[in-house]
């Protein structure tokens, strides 16, 4: 069935630090690609999208590219604050299935 | 303000004890589901709905009713046959059907065994 990993957490940087949050995939059809972003206590809030191959969702100054080939949909931002701390989801939509969810990554940032 | 509103914050259940999460939405969507959150295991899903008196069983379904008689409305019951019932657990709500479409999501209920 379809899946969705993740790299493990916690990721630690330095504010203004480079991040990259993996994120692979498995899936029988043409997926959606979600990122999600969990503040502590908080529900969760999409962060941003792609609906096709070579699409690239951004957001808040973080990027992330449906890269078909490679089956991958990593997140990225060019420099982190202290307030972009939270868990982040990466998630797959298959037509007519609900979303499935990677396990999340935490991401501690530090000034 | 649109949005999904989901109580109590916190809950706990004693042994043998059914618990009704609520859950509700302005935001005129079709769609609404429940997840459950464990640490470390994502989000798993429990049950959804995408339309008024219609739901499935999502991975984990086992121990845990809904029902749905308004479009704003998915309570959630969890029932004494969930043996394990402490989690977080989180409502959302999409515009249409799940694929493809962005869910949106409470703020979540907490709930923990006495």
């Known amino acids: 069935g379809d899946s969705v990993t993740q790299m493990e957490g916690p990721v630690t940087l330095s504010e203004e630090a480079f991040l990259t949050i993996n994120c692979t995939y498995t899936?029988?059809?043409?997926?959606?690609l979600f990122w999600y972003v969990q503040y502590p206590g908080e529900g969760l809030q999409l962060l941003l999208k792609?609906?096709?191959?070579?699409d690239k969702g951004s957001n808040k100054g973080f990027e992330a590219t449906y890269r078909k080939e490679t089956t991958s949909f990593h997140l990225e931002k060019g420099s982190v604050q202290v307030s972009d701390s939270a868990v982040y989801f990466c998630a797959l939509s298959d037509p007519g299935t609900a979303l499935i969810f990677g396990k999340g990554t935490t991401l501690s940032v530090s000034s | 303000d649109g949005g999904i509103t989901q109580s109590p914050k916190y809950l706990f259940r004693k042994e043998g004890q059914n618990v009704t999460l609520s859950c509700e939405q302005n935001?005129?969507?079709?769609?609404m589901y429940w997840y459950r959150q464990d640490p470390g295991q994502g989000l798993r899903l429990i049950y959804y709905?995408?339309?008024?008196?219609?739901?499935q069983k999502g991975d984990i379904a086992e121990g845990y009713s809904v029902s749905r008689e308004k479009k704003e409305s998915f309570p959630l019951t969890v029932t004494s046959a969930q043996k394990n019932p402490t989690a977080f657990y989180l409502c959302a709500s999409s515009m249409g059907g799940p694929s493809n479409q962005p869910q949106h999501f409470g703020d979540g209920t907490r709930l923990s065994i006495l």
């Open positions: 935001l005129n969507h079709d769609a």
């Open positions: 709905s995408q339309i008024v008196n219609d739901f």
């Open positions: 899936a029988t059809g043409y997926p959606s």
């Open positions: 792609a609906t096709k191959a070579d």
